[in-house]
């Protein structure tokens, strides 16, 4: 149980080379369930390495209950780690394996039998303390190498995309054991994962990284529903969010969206007025859900009718995709409309939750809050 | 179960060949292991391969007594040098692929040449060394000649052995609090049972058989029995006692066909390691 923070972390690998990690601020209290989330090579491996000791940093600091532990080796930081391959020590038993570090830090032979033995219950992996790791499946394998980590009893946990080896029932099963787990131990977590799923389900904070570079940091509802910027938006949320390019007009002292499609036009009045924006082009960041049926009512909203290009019933949902403003756009619809490829279609669009991005330089038009959540910024912006 | 056409024209040939090329292989054992048991009258009568009218052993005793205390002088030779050299080239190849440092690479480089230089190339410096270390023709420096020569195979094997082992493995034992010796005694040996045995096969047949080093850098009794064997045989005295050098032939020879038969097993299963990951 510890409060986890990284202030301006900066972690290169050789001078020339350009940084890996870039000024990484971020907190997390303790008990708190922080999700890195990001494409490969965005340097969120290599962030938990770093918090881990594995690897050292190249500035900054790394502070556990207020202590910097950037300078010491891993075994003092007092950190448990489950790996992607498990890294189950393949020689011994699963008894062993749970108990060595137990072993190594010298605790009577009593005290570690009574530790693995709650481990063990726990996981519910009791009948399997004999066996070898080679002798286990997939999904029994993942739980040795979290009760190796929870024998430790650690400060905070590292989890470095546990569950990508596993299959897709598999995965949704461990999923909600590991939130269960959590919710129990309510030790402070960092979880490395590129599942956007994961981020959004597990998290308490997410970090959403790309190059090196904290894109978003805030709770995922904060991520899903004010991304700062397009590779956020994009990232988070599946199907993903829609980018429609627009151009932004005055009419009658309101900003107004330009959208067109073969069948015809719209002007969607936006919720927010920014002066500055007009006759620009920009992109509307509109999620799937978020575009509806026009109803016979007349409920106010803007609407436009498009033709039904593709569907894809995904059982819970249906899937339509239009091209408005030449660009395809998928609407995400209750299964039970029925609608063909050629159809038309007449779809609504809730001004307030369609969101405004820079054309160029993909950063937040509307976002009230600064564009990266950190804490310091938070802090400036909400007077703290 | 398809049925198998054991008697096809092709299936015949590949047999025959087989069989032919396994004779070829046998015979000159064959031939030493009869002559051995043969008396001297028998072998000057008969032909190579005609079987003994009288099977004696005193062409072993009297091998036995040319050549058995040069026996042991190999033993004691080779045994230290295989263990040392094995126990070294593990740590060796340890560091190098799991502890890298700045320039790992290139000495690991630097170090594989040592696989390809010619025996004959370090006879002088090394026996300069040896004058140096006062070790000049004692077993123990004769132990360090083929420590240091076999660290470059031995550093080799464990190294690309240990290159298939997952670095993660080293990660998660480092924060289990593992240091660097605990590391490798209680997680990385225990793994390299297969890659052990190819180590102590290719080290005691190297050692074992080597002559050179044994002829220029031990003398009189310290003398391996590679060199007993060759003084026995070019002895250019008396009549040509064939059936004493078979018999020593095959005490020279017997301790390296049974660590083979012995270990065998884990010599291929250890050449192909990494290929598939146990």
Redesign the interface.
């Known amino acids: 149980m510890a409060r986890l923070e990284l202030r301006n972390v900066n972690k290169r690998y050789g001078s020339g080379l350009p940084d890996t990690l870039k000024a990484i601020d971020l907190a997390i209290d303790s008990g708190e369930f922080l999700i890195l989330v990001g494409p490969s090579g965005c340097g969120k491996s290599t962030l938990m390495?770093c918090i881990?000791?594995?690897e050292q940093i190249s500035g900054g600091e790394i502070l556990v209950e207020g202590a910097d532990i950037s300078a010491m080796?891993?075994?003092d930081r007092d950190?448990?780690?489950v790996?992607?391959?498990y890294?189950l020590?393949?020689?011994?038993s699963v008894r062993d394996n749970i108990a060595?570090?137990l072993k190594?830090?010298k605790m009577p032979q009593s005290a570690i039998d009574e530790e693995v033995a709650r481990v063990a219950k726990l996981l519910q992996i009791e009948h399997l303390l004999a066996r070898k790791p080679?002798q286990l499946s997939g999904g029994q394998q993942q739980r040795v190498a979290m009760g190796?980590a929870l024998a430790?009893r650690p400060k905070i946990y590292l989890f470095d995309e546990p569950l990508s080896n596993l299959d897709a029932k598999l995965r949704v099963e461990m999923r909600t054991e590991i939130k269960l787990m959590h919710q129990r131990l309510k030790t402070t977590t960092v979880y490395v994962t590129h599942d956007q799923i994961e981020a959004m389900t597990l998290g308490d904070k997410v970090a959403v990284m790309k190059d090196g570079l904290i894109q978003q940091f805030g709770t995922p509802q904060q991520i899903y529903n004010d991304p700062a910027n397009l590779f956020v938006a994009s990232f988070i949320g599946s199907p993903p969010m829609n980018f429609i390019p627009a151009r932004l007009q005055r009419q009658g002292g309101r900003l107004m969206a330009l959208l067109d499609s073969s069948q015809g036009r719209c002007e969607l009045p936006l919720s927010r007025d920014i002066q500055g924006l007009e006759a620009r082009e920009v992109v509307l960041g509109i999620r799937p859900e978020q575009i509806v049926m026009g109803g016979a009512e007349g409920n106010g909203l803007p609407s436009i009718r498009a033709q039904v290009q593709v569907t894809e019933p995904t059982g819970p949902d249906l899937l339509v995709f239009v091209t408005l403003n030449q660009t395809k756009v998928c609407c995400r619809l209750a299964p039970d409309v029925s609608c063909c490829i050629g159809d038309s279609l007449a779809l609504q669009f809730d001004p307030a939750r369609v969101l405004l991005f820079d054309s160029a330089s993909g950063e937040r038009l509307d976002l009230a809050a600064p564009a990266c959540v950190t804490q310091d910024n938070v802090a400036r912006f909400t007077g703290r | 179960m398809t049925s198998h056409r054991w008697f096809s024209p092709s299936r015949l040939a590949i047999h025959a060949t087989l069989l032919l090329a396994c004779a070829l292989y046998l015979i000159p054992l064959i031939v030493m292991l009869l002559t051995s048991f043969k008396s001297p009258e028998d072998i000057r009568t008969g032909n190579l391969l005609s079987w003994p009218h009288v099977i004696t052993g005193s062409g072993w005793l009297t091998a036995w007594d040319a050549v058995g205390g040069y026996f042991w002088n190999s033993v004691k030779i080779t045994l230290p040098a295989v263990l040392i050299s094995t126990l070294l080239g593990a740590l060796n190849g340890y560091v190098l692929s799991m502890w890298r440092f700045r320039g790992s690479q290139l000495f690991f480089g630097l170090l594989l040449f040592g696989c390809f230089l010619p025996f004959q190339t370090v006879l002088l410096p090394a026996s300069f060394t040896l004058g140096k270390l006062g070790l000049a023709s004692t077993t123990t420096g004769l132990v360090l000649i083929h420590v240091v020569y076999g660290l470059a195979f031995t550093t080799l094997f464990f190294r690309n052995y240990y290159c298939s082992v997952p670095h993660a493995l080293v990660q998660a034992a480092r924060l289990d609090g593992a240091g660097f010796f605990t590391i490798f005694g209680r997680i990385l040996l225990p793994m390299s049972v297969p890659i052990i045995m190819v180590c102590l096969i290719w080290q005691f047949t190297q050692i074992w058989n080597d002559f050179l080093f044994g002829v220029v850098f031990a003398s009189g009794d310290a003398q391996p029995i590679t060199v007993a064997l060759n003084n026995l045989v070019n002895t250019s005295t008396g009549v040509k006692q064939y059936n004493v050098d078979m018999a020593a032939a095959m005490i020279a020879g017997l301790p390296t066909l049974l660590v083979y038969v012995v270990a065998g097993k884990y010599f291929l299963r250890g050449l192909t390691a990494g290929a598939v990951k146990g």
């Open positions: 390495n881990a000791g594995l080796s891993p075994k950190i448990a780690m790996f992607q391959s890294a020590y393949p020689t011994m060595f570090g190594i830090r080679s190796r430790r």
